[in-house]
């Protein structure tokens, strides 16, 4: 069994053609912008919109371990004492509580993903395994995508690049794709921003390029973080050194921060702005001009 937060069918961004990509729950990075912070913990969380909430006290009825509490503007919940058993989101008429996370088995998971077995066929498309990080479940990628190419599908690992080697030796065989995340080539800077240093990271694509399996590199573009040009040419400079010819530019957005609300937690950089479509077209170009092809993935 593992934990996934979403099964995203019909997707165009994760890989080529239309495909399901599959998002992994837990993740050892904490980047400060991450859009899904469901994604960071390996296990089941209650979230709750109080947009929604119609304070009708049920939940607080069912809840065995009283973490459970109303104010002026919803739902509060005891992180401490919460068992994220789910017995108060059943009783949700609204759907103000709800639940990131279930646990589901390897065939359970195939069973979603082949359901769209004529567009990955008539579109070129396939299955993605995403996260969180999905090489923490090594073992269940590297059996769902055998078995997604031993029935024709394209395989897809999208990854933060932060697991062991081994995980990566027993995912590769079976992959088709590898999306590869870069975000700083400045270890200090990649500790500050992310939790962690970025030596694992580098040494893993490294591996990943000695391996022949097409890679695209993936920069998230962050304002005041790595969207300078010295930040952009450092990371070309490395990747030009494994061979590896494709970039793609994932511009800053803030989608994903209502979800800190959601989940009791703190965003960091509340109040950014996104970079100018005009400034990323500048650093894409910059890519451009050292022999990348790169793409702008909004």
């Known amino acids: 069994m593992t934990v996934v937060f979403n099964i995203q069918r019909f997707s165009i961004q994760d890989g080529p053609g239309i495909r399901t990509t599959v998002f992994i729950k837990g993740c050892p990075l904490r980047c400060l912008w991450c859009s899904n912070p469901e994604s960071q913990r390996a296990v089941p969380e209650i979230a709750h919109s109080d947009s929604l909430c119609n304070k009708c006290g049920h939940c607080i009825e069912v809840c065995e371990v009283n973490a459970i509490s109303l104010s002026n503007s919803g739902v509060r919940i005891n992180r401490e004492l919460c068992t994220e058993c789910g017995k108060c989101i059943e009783v949700c008429i609204p759907e103000a509580l709800k639940l990131y996370g279930n646990d589901l088995s390897l065939e359970e998971v195939y069973q979603v993903v082949i359901r769209d077995r004529l567009f990955y066929q008539n579109s070129g498309g396939g299955v993605t395994i995403s996260g969180g990080e999905p090489l923490s479940q090594d073992d269940l990628v590297a059996e769902l995508f055998k078995r997604c190419q031993d029935t024709g599908f394209h395989t897809c690992l999208d990854t933060s690049g932060y697991a062991s080697p081994k995980a990566f030796e027993k995912v590769l065989p079976h992959t088709n794709l590898v999306l590869f995340d870069v975000k700083l080539m400045d270890p200090v800077a990649h500790l500050k921003a992310t939790g962690k240093s970025n030596k694992k990271i580098l040494r893993n694509l490294k591996l990943v390029s000695e391996s022949g399996v097409?890679?695209?590199?993936?920069?998230?573009?962050?304002?005041?973080?790595?969207?300078?040009?010295?930040?952009?040419?450092?990371?070309a400079s490395y990747i030009k050194s494994l061979d590896l010819k494709k970039i793609d530019l994932l511009p800053y957005h803030r989608f994903g921060e209502g979800k800190y609300k959601m989940l009791d937690r703190k965003y960091s950089l509340s109040g950014l702005s996104q970079i100018e479509p005009g400034r990323v077209e500048e650093l894409a170009n910059i890519l451009r001009s050292s022999g990348f092809e790169c793409n702008i993935v909004i």
């Open 214 to 235: 097409p890679t695209i590199v993936r920069i998230p573009l962050i304002p005041g973080i790595n969207d300078s040009e010295g930040d952009i040419t450092d990371i």
